[in-house]
């Protein structure tokens, strides 16, 4: 795609202001994956009814898949049904994981308000050298990035890791410093996919590191982290999808208390993708097994809207703090 796009054109928003806001209120802005024109169209839906601000993203994957052209429209169209909605609440479309400098730029080319790349498996100071050099060109147009320290195991679309790293907090001083990135990810113990733990009977999941997270808080004051892996794996669609076919044992997320008590800190920015996908997948294999001779897409895709509606003004107003602060 040869033309150059400003996300100011499609009526978006960078994230600088927002995480500002959120650090100063003692709240978290959403940041949801979608894949499909439901999930997009839930989202906003939820949003706006709950005035919440919003961080609509995308993998490389998801990119791929929905085609970067469709893709910058259906963020136009996005907000314009939050205006239809009289709900002018602030968008950021995002790049979730970006794995290179072409791709960063390519997403800021076509229209993102936001990357972040992730050069958290690199040596330290690739990491640095690569989060820098997506920082200078992003800045230029106006784009805000997220970088990444420590790694966080699991797998969810094109990223995967065997095991987790928890952030240094001595080395967060340093690279905010260096890089110059608008936020930063840290692991303290959430990780991605729907599988997070790995739990014996009996066991629960174990706490997430807040000692970590209040040492990166003092290295960084007032600086937005993000915690990337947030989903809680909401034990009735892991049901529903047992009961009807589907095959999901062992899959647990984090606790919404403990993302509460997350919100409430410096962590500003909180990704939720397997919670979605699980809501998706469960209404779908509900919807089809209980009324087996339906084939509109709209009937059991629309079931799943509604549900996803649901979760999300649930998670906004809930867990993430984030209602009426649009």
Known sequence: MGDTVSYKDLGLVNSRELFRKAVDGGYAIPAYNFNNLEQLQAIIMACAETASPVIIQVSKGARSYANETMLRYMAMGAVAMAREMDSAIPVVLHLDHGDS????????????????????????????????????????????????????????????????????????????????????????GTSHGAYKFKLKEGESVPPLRFDILE?????????????????????????????????????????????????????????????????????????????????????????????????VKHKNEAVLGSAGKA
Do not use: W
């Open 101 to 188: 400098f072409e791709l960063c730029k390519s997403c800021i080319d076509s229209g993102f308000s936001s990357v972040m790349i992730d050069g958290s498996h690199l040596p330290y100071d690739e990491n640095i050298a690569l989060t820098r050099q997506v920082v200078e060109y992003a800045h230029a147009h106006d784009v805000t990035v997220e970088g990444e320290l420590g790694v966080l195991a699991g797998i969810e679309d094109e990223v995967s890791a065997e095991k987790s790293t928890y952030t240094q907090p001595d080395e967060v001083e340093d690279f905010v410093k260096k890089t110059g990135v608008d936020s930063l990810a840290i692991s303290i």
């Open 215 to 311: 040492e990166c808080q003092k290295r960084i004051p007032g600086f937005p982290i993000v915690l990337h892996g947030a989903s809680s794996v909401i034990p009735e669609y892991v049901a529903l999808i047992n009961q009807y076919g589907g095959k999901m044992d062992g899959a647990v997320g984090v606790p919404e208390d403990q993302l509460r008590k997350a919100a409430a800190s410096a962590v500003c920015k909180i990704n939720i993708d397997s919670d979605g996908r699980l809501a998706v997948t469960a209404k779908v294999r509900e919807y089809l097994a209980t009324n087996p001779g339906e084939f509109d897409p709209r009937k059991y895709l629309g079931e799943a809207r509604k549900e996803l509606i649901r979760l």
